[in-house]
C-alpha cells in the first residue's frame, strides 16, 4: 500500500514537473472539464503578451483649439456630463499651457499617459489598478473599492471617481458607482486591431496631431516618427517612461 | 459474606427490557420524526412561485441548462478575470453576448433591462434572494447599433459543448 502510495506520488509529480507540461495548462485542462467545453474555441482566445507595448505620439503643434479627441472618448465610453465639471468623470482633457515670457499658447491633450512605472499601480491597495502585459494600464473594476489612492497618486491626474449610480453604460466599457475609472486606450478596440477612439477622430475630424501603434514594433509608424523626430515625456523627470509621448510642447 | 437467607432480586426483569430495548428507541424515534416534521423539510410556500424566465434566442445556452443554474456565478469570475487581465475576449464566453442572447424587447420595440424585474437574470435572483451587482457597472442592454449581433449565432461556435473527455 505505502509502496503504491509513494509510486503514485513520484510519477505524478515526475510529469508534473517535466518540461513542457506547465501547471498553468494543467488547471486550464482542468476547468474545461469542469466546464464541459473547449477552453480556447475562439478565434483569439490567447492572453496578451509583452510582445507589443502600445504608445502614443501628439503633435502639440498641430492641436490648436480642437478637441474632437475629447468629444470622441466621451461618447465613445458614455461620459455623460452632470453639469457638475469638478466630479464629472474625465478620461481625456485639453491643457492650455501659456509661456509667461514669450506669450506662446500650446494645447495639448492630456490622458493616462500608460507609464512603464505607473505611481497608480504602486499604490493600488488591492490590485485593481495594474499593468496589463501589453503595456496598458487599467482598473479592474471588479477589484476596485474605490479609495481613491491612484487618484491622488497620478502625476497627471488622469484617474477619476464615479460618485452617482450609473445606467445606461455602453456594453464595451462597463464603469460604476464607487469605482476609479481611467483612460483604457481604448483596450476594447485595441484588442480588435483598432486605433483607441480619440486617435481615430484627430484623423477624422481634428488635425491629425495622434498617432498610435506598438512601441516595441520598430517598423511602425509610431516607432519610426519617434526615431526621427525630437519627443518628450510630460514630467519626464518623474522616470515612469511613459507611453504617451509629445512633440512641440 | 456468604448469603444465607432472604429474597434474591434478579436484575434484568421484563419491564426492564421491555424499557431498554423496545419503549426508549421508539420513543426517540418518535421525537427526532418530529422534530424533522416540525422543521419542515422541503415545503414550499404556496405564496412563492417558481420563476418564469423569458426564453433566451437561440436554441440553447453556452453550456447545459443544469450547468449554468448551477455554476454561471462561477464561471463568470474566471471568465471576468481572464478577460480584464489577460485580454482574452471570447464571443462565447462574454457576458455582451449573455445580454444578447437573453434581453427581452417590450411592445415599442425596445431592449428592456435584463435586471428589471421579470426578466431574465432577475427572476431567478429574485426567487433565491440574491443580490445581483454585476449590472452595477454593466451594460443591461444591447447597444442598439449593434443589435442585429443578436440574431447571429457564429457558425464556429456549436450550440452544444463539446464533451469535456475531449479535454
Known amino acids: 500500500m505505502r509502496r503504491l502510495f509513494l509510486a503514485a506520488t513520484a510519477a505524478a509529480g515526475f510529469a508534473a514537473l517535466s518540461p513542457g507540461v506547465r501547471l498553468i495548462e494543467l488547471a486550464r485542462a482542468g476547468l474545461g472539464t469542469k466546464l464541459g467545453v473547449k477552453l480556447d474555441d475562439a478565434v483569439d482566445a490567447s492572453p496578451v503578451t509583452a510582445k507589443s507595448r502600445w504608445g502614443m505620439l501628439i503633435d502639440a503643434a498641430k492641436c490648436a483649439d480642437c478637441d474632437a479627441c475629447v468629444t470622441a472618448c466621451n461618447e465613445e465610453h458614455g461620459l455623460t456630463k452632470t453639469g457638475r465639471p469638478q466630479t464629472d468623470a474625465q478620461w481625456i482633457r485639453k491643457v492650455t499651457l501659456e509661456d509667461n515670457h514669450t506669450g506662446n499658447i500650446t494645447s495639448l491633450p492630456m490622458l493616462c499617459q500608460h507609464c512603464e512605472n505607473p505611481p497608480c499601480v504602486d499604490v493600488c491597495p488591492t490590485g485593481a489598478s495594474f499593468k496589463r502585459e501589453d503595456g496598458i494600464v487599467l482598473v479592474d473594476k471588479h477589484t476596485c473599492i474605490g479609495c481613491r489612492y491612484c487618484v491622488l497618486a497620478c502625476p497627471y491626474q488622469a484617474r477619476s471617481f464615479v460618485h452617482e449610480n450609473l445606467r445606461e453604460q455602453k456594453p464595451w466599457s462597463p464603469r460604476g458607482k464607487g469605482t476609479v475609472e481611467g483612460c483604457t486606450l481604448c483596450v476594447h478596440r485595441v484588442d480588435k486591431k483598432e486605433t483607441p477612439a480619440c486617435v481615430a477622430a484627430c484623423h477624422r475630424d481634428g488635425n491629425g496631431a495622434m498617432v498610435f501603434g506598438d512601441l516595441n514594433d520598430s517598423q511602425s509608424e509610431l516607432a519610426t516618427n519617434l526615431k526621427s523626430a525630437h519627443s518628450e515625456q510630460v514630467r519626464a523627470d518623474l522616470n515612469l517612461n511613459t507611453g504617451v509621448r509629445y512633440k512641440n510642447i | ?167
Do not use: W
Request: charged residues 15%; glycine residues 8%.
Open chain 2, 1 to 167: 459474606m456468604k448469603i444465607v437467607s432472604g429474597k434474591t432480586f434478579r436484575a434484568v426483569t421484563l419491564p426492564s427490557v421491555a424499557l431498554r430495548i423496545v419503549a426508549l428507541p421508539l420513543v426517540a424515534l418518535l421525537g427526532f420524526a418530529l422534530l424533522l416534521l416540525l422543521l419542515g423539510g422541503g415545503v414550499v410556500n404556496a405564496d412563492v412561485s417558481l420563476p418564469n424566465l423569458p426564453r433566451g434566442k437561440g436554441t440553447s445556452c453556452v453550456a447545459p441548462t443544469e450547468m449554468m443554474r448551477k455554476n454561471h456565478m462561477d464561471y463568470l469570475l474566471h471568465q471576468r478575470d481572464l478577460t480584464v487581465r489577460n485580454g482574452v475576449r471570447t464571443e462565447r464566453y462574454s457576458l455582451v453576448g449573455c445580454v444578447q442572447c437573453h434581453v427581452q424587447k417590450n411592445d415599442h420595440g425596445n431592449f428592456i433591462a435584463v435586471d428589471a424585474p421579470g426578466q431574465f437574470c432577475q427572476s431567478c435572483h429574485d426567487f433565491a434572494s440574491v443580490k445581483l451587482d454585476c449590472f452595477e457597472c454593466h451594460a443591461t442592454k444591447p447597444d442598439a447599433n449593434t443589435e442585429h449581433m443578436s440574431e447571429h449565432i457564429p457558425a464556429h461556435m456549436p450550440a452544444q459543448p463539446t464533451a469535456g473527455s475531449e479535454q
